[in-house]
């Protein structure tokens, strides 16, 4: 036997072994997408404790530059979001097939652009920072602290991206607790040092900073050693071969998720410009959407975490050309998913007070304003997670054109047109329903093409 097929035989029994090859069952499906729920709930906790602690300790225009910036970190996520998603969908796909060497290469060639692009993104931030508040909707209320906040946290982007990456490679590892671990372990820190930074050292919005850059520098480093010492499972860094194809179907898999992320970023943008322009609104109002946006997209996260952690399964059992167990992922994920839609309708409606004393008291005028924009934007979760659900499916079965395309109409198509026309109709109330009144259009043109391409991709 020569050393190619030694490989071969090496990388076929390693995939019989892989935890994605297990059977299909609930508890299989809460096994990796549970902790992904959690880590994606962490990692979004790490803005929202940036807006606390501005809120609580500094006041309303602080609190409104780290609104102003959030945009911006969403987009650096969108970049770990691309090569994440959609290279897991490529990896797991050829470790279906037995692939493990070549796998292995595309992973450690993924990190490298991720980083790359992160970087390049970064240097722009460092560099052209007026710039950059420009575009985010900055006004001079609150332009001095976010470019004191940006100097700092501009170090962190490629941390950002790279954490994205390599947590959603620990689930295709078969490691989602893991991955869960690492994000809880950041965010504790993070959370920990902006008491000790703001509280105790008095360093007003550059401890904002510094904490996020310390908590994103943490779980960065532990999930680089598990893959550079991590010799057992089925991923770790090894010599990258550059494949153009490679990165071409990771970017077109996972531009779906990318474009949602991003148009997210781009909704928060047009809703500041917006808000800031309304009569007896202004820094109040960004602020307003700062509070609001955060606690939707945190609790948004129960979807797109669980739709991380159970994507490697739907690509592995697709490069095993397994229709049964796609057939039976694709049934228990929509109950999954309708269960997930309750639970999310019913937290954001019964604790928004709650959620939203967290960064204000309760009586004020910028509560009340948060409260009802949150209990509007609910409902949204009725529809959200089935339309994330139809777009991330493709990218799974990499199918990243019709993923891309489900996400732009969503996105671009519906939710943009519908947020700078409703508020000439609604005023406030106008921002706040955009949100739910695009998922609900939305769901049918996903439904439509889940139906239509079902037998086609042999998951019903």
Not at 118 to 141: C, Q, R
Not at 447 to 456: E, F
Request: aromatic fraction near 10%.
């Amino acid at each position: 036997m020569n050393d190619r097929d030694f490989v071969q035989k090496e990388d076929a029994q390693a995939a019989e072994e892989s935890q994605l090859n297990k059977p299909i069952t609930l508890s299989l499906l809460l096994t990796f997408g549970l902790p992904t729920v959690i880590a994606f709930l962490v990692m979004n906790t790490f803005n929202i404790v940036d807006g606390v602690f501005a809120m609580r300790r500094l006041g309303a225009e602080p609190m409104a530059a780290v609104s102003v910036l959030t945009p911006f970190i969403i987009i650096t996520i969108a970049i770990g979001i691309l090569f994440s998603m959609g290279g897991s969908a490529l990896v797991a796909k050829k470790s279906g097939m037995g692939l493990k060497h070549e796998a292995r290469q595309n992973f450690s060639l993924i990190c490298m652009v991720a980083f790359i692009c992160s970087s390049l993104v970064a240097a722009y931030a460092i560099m052209f920072p007026e710039h950059l508040l420009g575009l985010l909707g900055a006004n001079y209320e609150v332009i001095g602290y976010a470019k004191t906040y940006l100097r700092i946290v501009a170090f962190s982007i490629p941390l950002v991206t790279l954490g994205q990456v390599f947590n959603q490679f620990l689930i295709t590892d078969g490691k989602p607790g893991l991955g869960m671990g690492v994000s809880l372990l950041g965010s504790l820190l993070s959370a920990g040092l902006n008491a000790i930074f703001l509280f105790g050292l008095d360093m007003g919005i550059e401890a904002l900073g510094w904490a996020t850059l310390i908590g994103y520098s943490v779980t960065v480093l532990v999930g680089l050693m598990y893959f550079v010492r991590n010799k057992t499972g089925t991923l770790y860094f090894v010599t990258p071969r550059f494949d153009i194809k490679a990165i071409g179907i990771s970017v077109l898999n996972g531009f779906g998720a990318f474009v949602s992320t991003v148009v997210a970023a781009i909704v928060t943008i047009v809703m500041n410009n917006v808000l800031v322009r309304m009569d007896g609104v202004g820094a109040m109002g960004i602020a307003v959407a700062g509070m609001v946006m955060a606690v939707h997209a945190t609790i948004g996260t129960l979807f797109t975490g669980y739709l991380a952690g159970i994507s490697p399964l739907i690509s592995y059992n697709h490069g095993k050309d397994n229709h049964e167990r796609q057939k039976t992922l694709f049934r228990y994920n929509l109950r999954i998913l309708a269960a997930i839609a309750v639970v999310a309708v019913a937290v954001a409606l019964a604790c928004s007070d709650l959620l939203i004393r967290i960064y204000v008291p309760a009586g004020t005028e910028i509560h009340e304003m948060a409260v009802r924009g949150l209990r509007i934007a609910a409902m949204s979760f009725i529809f959200m997670g089935f339309n994330i659900f139809a777009a991330g499916q493709f990218a799974a079965l990499n199918k990243g054109f019709t993923a891309g395309v489900l996400a732009i109409v969503r996105t671009v198509g519906i939710n943009l047109v519908l947020l700078l026309t409703l508020p000439r109709y609604f005023d406030l109330t106008g921002v706040w329903m955009a949100t739910p009144v695009s998922e609900a259009i939305a769901l049918v043109i996903s439904i439509a093409v889940l139906l239509k391409m079902g037998k086609k991709y042999h998951y019903r």
